[in-house]
């Protein structure tokens, strides 16, 4: 089964509204990232979240955390067409090292 | 440079060649990674190279060998593949992780047919 379980599965929004998506994990972590996947492309680093953190901020994004919930949230603010994309959520073990296990994404659409 | 390269962008193979994809970073990272991705699924881990020796490999069958020459280059020699093989192959690196876990960055992948 899969670490990281992400809802919706799919979102789709206008341009200018706000997108949320969230993620949960089964096991303790040391950090849990983000990532961005536009169509058959490659994954982009977004954001990292340590364990002790609970939000984190970057440009239009918002992340938070809670480890008491194993989950976290990513908010995209004023989103744009060029947000359209997957998000995965991605956790590092307890200890670190390594295996990054992703979560199974959200597929955004953002319309004009 | 913040730059993975994967080669090449696609490939169509049959079930009884060998070919190789190849990847390359410059970030001075010392751990790189091949995954697999099937459409709309989650990139799946296959191996991980730290200092340029395998250190997990997830029990992908033999056909997939990988191989890493130096600490810039990832090679996936591929044998035998079957049609279920197709898939995005995307190579990531990122610093050691030793009790955190970095950033990955990754390149754009290689879309793999096999016939």
């Known amino acids: 089964s899969q670490q990281g379980e992400e809802d919706p599965q799919a979102l789709s929004i206008q341009e200018g509204e706000n997108a949320t998506m969230n993620c949960s994990y089964k096991t303790s972590i040391n950090n849990l990232q983000w990532y961005r996947q536009n169509s058959g492309r490659g994954l982009v680093h977004l954001i990292l979240i340590r364990s002790n953190e609970r939000e984190k901020h970057s440009g239009r994004l918002r992340v938070t955390l809670d480890t008491s919930k194993k989950s976290s949230s990513l908010l995209i603010t004023a989103s744009r067409a060029a947000d359209t994309a997957s998000y995965f959520c991605a956790t590092g073990p307890k200890g670190g090292g390594n295996k990054l296990t992703f979560g199974t994404g959200t597929q955004l659409k953002v319309e004009l | 440079d913040t730059e993975v390269t994967q080669t090449p962008k696609h490939l169509v193979m049959g079930m009884t060649n060998k070919k190789s994809l190849k990847c390359e970073q410059h970030?001075?990272?010392?751990?790189m990674y091949w995954y697999k991705q099937k459409a709309k699924k989650p990139p799946e881990l296959m191996f991980v190279y730290s200092y340029e020796k395998l250190s997990i490999n997830e029990s992908v069958p033999s056909r997939f060998s990988p191989e890493c020459p130096n600490s810039s280059l990832l090679n996936l020699h591929l044998h035998a593949l079957q049609p279920e093989d197709s898939a995005l192959y995307l190579c990531?690196?990122?610093?050691?992780?030793?009790?955190?876990?970095?950033?990955?960055?990754f390149g754009p992948g290689t879309r793999l047919t096999v016939t």
């Open positions: 990531a690196s990122s610093h050691q992780g030793l009790a955190v876990t970095y950033e990955q960055y």
């Open positions: 970030m001075g990272h010392r751990a």
